[in-house]
């Protein structure tokens, strides 16, 4: 599975779990952010204001098993939420995505734990608050062997 098929599921699973909850959530909150839009920019003037975007990172070293045919991926992403503008609720909604993902198998094709609960980072240049937490996924791999 893709770096990106990853991210598209775990947008998607956010989008899913927050769909039917107090904060209106659609695809439209939800952003992949490559390395090079991880700068300010990108998190400053997306639209709408309540957003997710969800960053490659990276991950842990691949894993084989015993028996050869299988293989464990490991890849990790930070996942950064920021909250509109004069908002009081802003940790509220950023605890809401980390209860989607954290151990909460994702469209049935992985296992995702995140790493530490939501941490405050600084505002943005708007004065938005923004929340992080980083989420490591755990993705078995059948080889056609």
């Not at 998190?43 to 293989?71: D, H, L, Y």
């Not at 990790?76 to 993902?101: C, E, H, K, M």
């Not at 992985?110 to 941490?119: E, H, N, R, S, Y």
């Amino acid at each position: 599975m893709s770096v990106d098929a990853v991210a598209n599921a775990i947008c998607d699973r956010i989008v899913d779990r927050l769909a039917q909850s107090p904060w209106s959530f659609t695809a439209a909150n939800v952003r992949i952010a490559g390395p090079e839009e991880e700068g300010e920019n990108i998190v400053t003037n997306a639209v709408p204001e309540r957003c997710v975007f969800v960053i490659p990172t990276g991950g842990f070293p691949s894993q084989s098993m015993r028996n050869g045919t299988e293989s464990i991926d490991r890849p990790t992403f930070q996942i950064l939420v920021r909250a509109p503008l004069n908002s009081a609720n802003g940790l509220l909604f950023a605890d809401a995505v980390y209860q989607a993902l954290h151990l909460d198998p994702v469209a049935g094709t992985f296992d995702c734990v995140a790493l530490q609960p939501p941490t405050a980072t600084p505002r943005d240049k708007q004065g938005r608050q923004r929340f992080a937490f980083n989420v490591a996924l755990r993705i078995e791999r059948k080889s056609n062997v």
